[in-house]
Antibody
């Protein structure tokens, strides 16, 4: 059974750095083809893909956020960390991590429950 | 930017069939797979259709997906509508490393 769960800072001030951790089980980022993605959803709005990282350390990012984003992995801990610098109230929303395998690129087959993040002065 | 456009809302009565469209603004939507997610309030999305027309285990065959190159769009059809189908539905695909989600369609079961 595959599970993912997001954790981290949930209330930030503008210009701070958001750091979230995705802890997962049921698959390994040491296994060829495996990956973890981050997706967010502002309140009442659509989903927005942020980025992902694969087992071989290849990463991909939303071009609009690339300059502020970083996704790293720690296969030994079954964790993936996303960092978003210089946050703004527009970064408020629920952040999800999801499994994504290279065999079906950019398909997110299992999702975490999501973590609500608020950016406010 | 690669964009996917969905109707904001659709509705139907129990037992009816509804179809939700997802239109790409450029390229050929058939070039990459389209996936459909269902999201209930306060919950994470779950897959109802992946790779254009595949159903995950546990999804009834009332749910079906298709892609039409002539209109550059994908569709999700739900037949035999049930109250439990009321939710938001999002399509998703990609163009290279540009991943796009549709704006979401709220399905109301009357």
């Amino acid at each position: 059974q595959i599970t993912l769960k997001e954790s981290g800072s949930t209330v930030l001030r503008p210009t701070q750095t958001l750091t979230l951790t995705c802890s997962f089980s049921g698959f390994s980022l040491s296994t060829s083809g495996e990956g973890v993605a981050w997706i967010r959803q502002p309140p009442g709005k659509a989903l927005e893909w942020l980025g992902l990282i694969y087992w071989n350390d290849v990463d991909r990012y939303n071009a609009l956020l690339r300059s502020r984003l970083s996704v790293t992995r720690d296969p030994s801990k079954n964790q993936v960390v996303i960092t978003l610098t210089n946050v703004d109230p527009l970064d408020t929303g629920t952040y999800f991590c999801a499994r994504s395998r290279s065999i079906s690129p950019y398909y997110f087959d299992s999702w975490g429950q999501g973590l609500k993040v608020t950016v406010s002065s | 930017n690669f964009l996917l456009t969905q109707p904001q809302s659709v509705s139907g009565s129990p037992g009816e069939t509804v179809t939700i469209s997802c239109t790409a603004n450029r390229g050929n939507i058939a070039s990459n797979y389209v996936h459909w997610y269902q999201q209930r309030p306060g919950r994470a999305p779950t897959t109802v259709i992946f790779e254009d027309n595949q159903r995950p285990s546990g999804i009834p065959d009332r749910f079906s997906g298709s892609v039409d190159s002539s209109s550059n769009s994908a569709s999700l059809s739900i037949s035999g509508l049930r109250a439990e189908d009321e939710a938001d539905y999002f399509c998703q695909s990609h163009e290279g490393a540009n991943v796009a989600f549709g704006g979401g369609t709220k399905l109301t079961v009357l």
